[in-house]
């Protein structure tokens, strides 16, 4: 059965206690700057099974289709700072708050900063890590993140999806690979772990995939969906998915070469104009179908 988790925006009070040691210490400059090439940082291996490490993972306005990619260091390499580059191709760069600013148990709870924007991380379970408040340039945001493993690192796919009559129908789509499915159909792809949708100002995280019957196109029946599928990055095998999201279910098709910029349905071994989706309400009374467009 799958876990389907709806989150709604909301103000929260968090209360919070971040502890640095000396050797964590570290300048604003230094901690910024560093930041900016959080992208091209590996998973520290010592720290796979710690609190501490590289946490990736995708971010989507709640209001808007704004999306991109969140890269975050705790300690890492021995730094705390955070990036978000988004697919308009603004970049935004934060640090960890070193202050004192609450106490709440033994929940990790860290609060970064930057020039345009905040969010807050709960590291209270490594397996499921938590954003809260994030906004960038008075703009809300969530995110979906996961720790991301030294021997497989995590990887992220966004795209937007957009119904073909109705304008007003549409929103944002993320994938992700925790890194925990290595090369699940022996063809060096990454398990898909997750899917984010962002519709209407709420967002609907899916944690389970659906084997998909390429027996006639890639000679495999119970196909695991990938991201980097066939060892190409950004290319994506994930046809015949449901996602439950906006009081309804979808059903789509995601299927993209990167190597040839085309998009595919792995099922038949069909190009295809893009990813489609067919979404019904629970009632049975309003169908919406449309594409998916990766970035």
Not at 32 to 52: G, I, M
Request: net charge negative; glycine share 10%.
């Amino acid at each position: 059965m799958k876990r389907i988790i709806p989150t709604i925006l909301c103000a929260s009070l968090l209360l919070c206690f971040v502890s640095c040691s000396q050797d964590s210490d570290f300048s604003a400059e230094t901690s910024l700057d560093s930041a900016h090439l959080l992208h091209e940082q590996l998973p520290e291996r010592s720290l796979n099974q710690s609190t501490e490490g590289l946490y990736h993972g995708a971010v989507q306005s709640a209001s808007t289709t704004s999306r991109g990619k969140i890269w975050v260091n705790i300690a890492n390499d021995g730094m705390f700072n955070a990036l978000i580059q988004l697919t308009s191709g603004e970049s935004y760069v934060f640090e960890a708050k070193a202050e004192l600013i609450g106490s709440n148990g033994q929940l990790p709870l860290i609060e970064f900063v930057g020039v345009n924007g905040d969010f807050r991380i709960d590291l209270s379970n490594i397996q499921n890590p938590l954003i809260n408040d994030l906004t960038i340039n008075g703009e809300a945001y969530y995110s979906h993140l996961v720790k991301s493993m030294s021997s497989n690192p995590a990887s992220v796919a966004t795209a937007v999806f957009l119904e073909f009559s109705d304008p007003m129908f549409n929103g944002t789509w993320s994938i992700i690979a925790d890194g925990t499915l290595v090369n699940p159909n022996g063809d060096n792809g990454d398990g898909i772990t997750s899917v984010m949708v962002v519709y209407d100002g709420v967002s609907y995280t899916d944690t389970a995939m659906d084997l998909i019957n390429a027996g006639p196109c890639l000679g495999n029946g119970s196909y695991v969906p990938t991201i980097n599928s066939f060892g190409v990055t950004g290319s994506v095998v994930s046809d015949y998915q449901n996602t439950a999201f906006a009081g309804g279910m979808s059903k789509w098709d995601l299927g993209y070469d990167a190597d040839t910029d085309t998009y595919m349905n792995y099922m038949n071994c069909n190009a295809v104009v893009s990813g489609t989706f067919s979404w019904t309400s629970a009632d049975g009374t309003i169908i919406k179908t449309g594409e998916i467009i990766m970035d």
